[in-house]
């Protein structure tokens, strides 16, 4: 079985790692547009034109499944994707919205980019929550490419949500798990993280999908050292590379 996942860059490699921890026996495909990135700044019809050139590799790979790897594409278009393609098509945060509701917990933080805050995804569907939605759009350009000043930037987003001791935090955009130990380092106390890679991880499993050898292909459509630097970080198994513009 064949998966195929994506995302704007090295977020969605949180998302992948947590899978294959779980799934190690599968073939592999990964997508990451940093040609375009970030994606949390972009219109609902740039992101169609994107995503959907990203899908039709997908197909043209023969993958079986397609998980998408971004909150900002999961909250923005899943269902016109669902519409315009028959392949099963997974989004990343139905499980998570899911994981909190049965958790039982009064208030939450939700962390994310732009697009994701302003679609409400989270607030409009865990109604007896109380939700705070921060949008974090400083938080990518500085994982991707080191722009800013990081201590600035957590500083910026949160404050607030350190004066009230908030511990509910929902990393709604799958490159901010890279950030949890500097997030949990500002605050300065104990975080219940909402890891929306690991969430999703467990979901997987219960599908049970047919194993195979594992394989792990990646492609992103611009690759530069610091992009090299920042995959070896994070996947620490064997695969191949390669740069392809769709
Ligand atoms: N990692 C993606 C997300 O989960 C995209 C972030 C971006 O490119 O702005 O939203």
Redesign the pocket.
């Known amino acids: 079985m064949k998966i195929g996942v994506f995302?704007?860059?090295i977020?969605?490699l949180t998302v992948l790692k947590e899978i294959m921890y779980k799934l190690p026996k599968f073939h592999y495909i990964y997508y990451g547009d940093t040609l375009h990135?970030?994606?949390?700044?972009k219109t609902k019809q740039e992101l169609l034109k994107l995503v959907s050139k990203i899908i039709d590799f997908f197909i043209k790979e023969k993958v079986d499944l397609i998980l998408i790897?971004?909150?900002?594409?999961?909250s923005t278009i899943y269902d016109e994707l669902c519409n315009l393609y028959s392949i099963k098509i997974l989004n990343?945060i139905n499980s998570t919205i899911e994981k909190i509701e049965t958790d039982k917990i009064q208030d939450i933080v939700v962390l994310?980019?732009t697009?994701?805050i302003n679609s409400h995804v989270f607030s409009n569907s865990l109604e007896n929550i109380k939700v705070t939605e921060i949008a974090c759009?400083k938080f990518?350009p500085l994982l991707e490419k080191n722009i800013g000043n990081k201590d600035n930037i957590l500083d910026e987003y949160l404050r607030a949500i350190k004066l009230d001791r908030k511990n509910n935090i929902v990393l709604?955009?799958?490159?901010y798990p890279l950030l949890q130990k500097d997030i949990e380092k500002y605050l300065g106390y104990k975080v219940n993280f909402y890891n929306?890679g690991k969430i999703i991880a467990e979901k997987i499993t219960d599908l049970n999908l047919i194993n195979q050898d594992f394989m792990l292909e990646m492609y992103f459509s611009l690759i530069d050292d610091n992009l090299l630097n920042n995959v070896k970080r994070i996947i620490d198994v064997e695969y191949k590379i390669e740069q392809i513009v769709l």
């Open positions: 995302d704007s860059g977020g969605g990135l970030p994606y949390g700044d790897a971004c909150g900002t594409v999961s990343i994310a980019t697009r994701t759009p990518v709604g955009c799958t490159h929306m």
